[in-house]
């Protein structure tokens, strides 16, 4: 089993920034991509960005540029550093673990394919 803690939620005014944790515990080794999800009122879960364990990255064309996908291995530890924000992106965020590759961009379409699931961390972006 693999437990996933999200930390670093809150309110923001448009432009500004945030950065959110997701911290791992557990058989992490059996982890090879992790990445962020978010979901709004009324919306279906999307992929915001995701990572491999050899640290390749990819992200959803809407934060590409603005977000950044990190980790650091040593403390099991995965951060989503979010500049620049807008309102739209305003949603829960979830950190989830999956025992597949990244491979590209195709994970971060397949939120069915990550097994462990964080509780989640609200964002609110206001105008």
């Known amino acids: 089993q693999v437990q996933l803690v999200e930390s670093g939620g809150g309110s923001v005014q448009s432009g500004g920034s945030l950065r959110l944790s997701c911290a791992a515990s557990?058989?992490?080794?059996?982890?090879?991509?992790i990445g962020w999800f978010r979901q709004a009122p009324g919306k279906e879960r999307e992929g915001v960005a995701i990572?491999?364990?050899?640290?390749?990255?990819s992200y959803a064309h809407s934060v590409k540029g603005r977000f950044t996908i990190s980790q650091d291995s040593a403390k099991n530890t995965m951060y989503l550093q979010m500049n620049s924000l807008k309102p739209e992106d305003t949603a829960m965020y979830y950190c989830?673990?999956?025992?597949?590759?990244?491979?590209?961009?195709?994970?971060?379409?397949?939120?069915?394919?990550?097994?462990?699931w964080g509780q989640g961390t609200q964002v609110t972006v206001s105008s």
């Open positions: 989830a673990a999956s025992g597949y590759y990244c491979s590209g961009y195709w994970l971060l379409l397949r939120p069915d394919k990550y097994k462990y």
């Open positions: 990572i491999d364990s050899d640290g390749s990255t």
């Open positions: 557990g058989y992490t080794y059996s982890i090879h991509c």
